[in-house]
């Protein structure tokens, strides 16, 4: 049965079936992120992937990864026409003709094909190049009418960052009438660029975000450098460290040229009149980062920042006074007086946790120096390091007044590599 594909749908699933009784083949219609947005009635024979597929909404990610190793993804997107694809029995894909819904160069889409050998040469092709002109009308309208419907929601998002709604119920309101679902809880993450943030660079966090399916992305915008992003964990049943490295991989995954470079995440919030205030704490986790090279260098979540998330504030207050610290002071006089490195070794083995051997090894002295260079600094301060009350207060003070050099001092450090 042939069908004219010089006309309007009224959805992609309409548009399927009609490819698919003119081929008398199974038809499958992806977006640019391989979610599934309109296939064919199941009259013909298919096979796992497909399956999988369908049932999952999206493109597994075994299969993506297999199309991408053996080059079929990139062959499709610099084509320009449809491609035969051979089979891929290791992730369960038969044999296709594909074609790559695009505009401008810009990928819109996909249209894959079920090929069981009954696929003429050239006018099964032909069939499929019409198909895809309509339906890649079809996306660019839906994308106008999206992307009116992103900046409306847009909007939204910074109200909510902005600290612009007083009530609950108001932000319930506004987000029904916009047919959002907030979920119960979500988190406000920052993501630093290094670079102007363009559409291929929000494009490829979205695509981030879509590819990890236990991270569901809501909101995202951007300012300046920096990607703004309001998300849930979906269904994560795991703890701290396991959200910090879920969002260590998102970060990976959109790097590159122009991708994040840093990120910022806030505690798990469930009001979203604190949205203003998650904001500001996944913004505190950057200038922590940026404050604190080395202290900060795998923090990720707010909630992980410890006793760091104070600082800042203390070297305000340092800042407003004159008097220098009392715990610092006479090994600064000792420094000086005698060239000695005291306050520099101090440094560096509370910030390697007070690990003997790394710390002699990180100044290239042997252990017993170190050791005595440990106990001179007790005999001057005339306390023992085993105090807690002592190198609690000496460490705040080198990070809080000696900022510039204990991060010279452990620039060198292999984590910072």
Not at 121 to 145: D, T
Request: aromatic share 8%; charged share 25%.
């Amino acid at each position: 049965m042939e069908h004219s594909f010089d006309r309007s749908f009224d959805s992609l699933e309409s548009l399927a079936d009609a490819l698919g009784d003119s081929l008398q083949a199974q038809v499958t219609i992806e977006d640019e992120n391989h979610h599934v947005i309109g296939y064919s009635s199941h009259r013909f024979e298919s096979d796992p992937a497909r399956i999988s597929t369908i049932i999952g909404k999206k493109v597994p990610s075994a299969v993506i990864a297999g199309l991408r190793q053996q080059g079929i993804l990139q062959a499709l997107e610099n084509a320009a026409g449809p491609l035969r694809i051979p089979a891929l029995p290791e992730v369960g894909l038969g044999p296709r003709l594909a074609v790559c819904l695009k505009h401008r160069g810009e990928v819109l889409g996909y249209i894959w094909v079920v090929d069981t050998g009954d696929l003429r040469l050239g006018l099964a092709e032909a069939i499929v190049e019409q198909a895809a002109r309509s339906a890649g009308r079809y996306l660019l309208k839906q994308r106008g009418w999206k992307a009116r419907q992103e900046k409306t929601q847009e909007d939204f998002f910074w109200k909510l960052l902005t600290s612009y709604y007083e009530t609950e119920s108001s932000i319930a309101r506004d987000a029904e009438a916009l047919s959002i679902l907030l979920p119960g809880a979500y988190h406000i993450g920052v993501f630093e660029c290094g670079r102007r943030v363009d559409e291929n660079v929000q494009l490829r966090f979205r695509q981030a975000f879509a590819a990890e399916n236990k991270i569901r992305l809501l909101f995202q915008t951007c300012e300046h450098e920096r990607i703004i992003a309001l998300f849930s964990f979906a269904g994560w049943r795991g703890g701290p460290l396991g959200r910090a490295e879920l969002l260590r991989q998102l970060v990976e995954r959109a790097g590159g040229e122009g991708g994040g470079r840093s990120a910022g995440c806030s505690m798990e919030t469930r009001e979203y009149r604190q949205a203003g205030a998650a904001y500001r704490e996944a913004k505190a986790v950057l200038e922590l980062r940026r404050l604190f090279p080395y202290h900060a260098r795998s923090l990720l979540l707010y909630e992980d920042a410890g006793f760091l998330r104070h600082l800042p504030d203390i070297m305000e207050i340092k800042r407003a006074g004159t008097r220098p610290s009392p715990f610092l002071q006479p090994l600064l006089d000792h420094d000086e007086e005698h060239k000695s490195e005291l306050l520099r070794t101090l440094a560096v083995y509370l910030s390697l946790d007070s690990h003997l051997k790394e710390s002699a090894a990180y100044l290239h002295i042997h252990t017993n120096t170190l050791m005595y260079r440990l106990n001179r600094i007790a005999e001057i301060a005339g306390v023992s390091l085993k105090n807690a009350h002592y190198r609690t207060s000496v460490y705040i003070d080198l990070l809080t007044e000696q900022t510039e050099r204990v991060n010279m001092w452990l620039a060198a450090h292999p984590d910072l590599g």
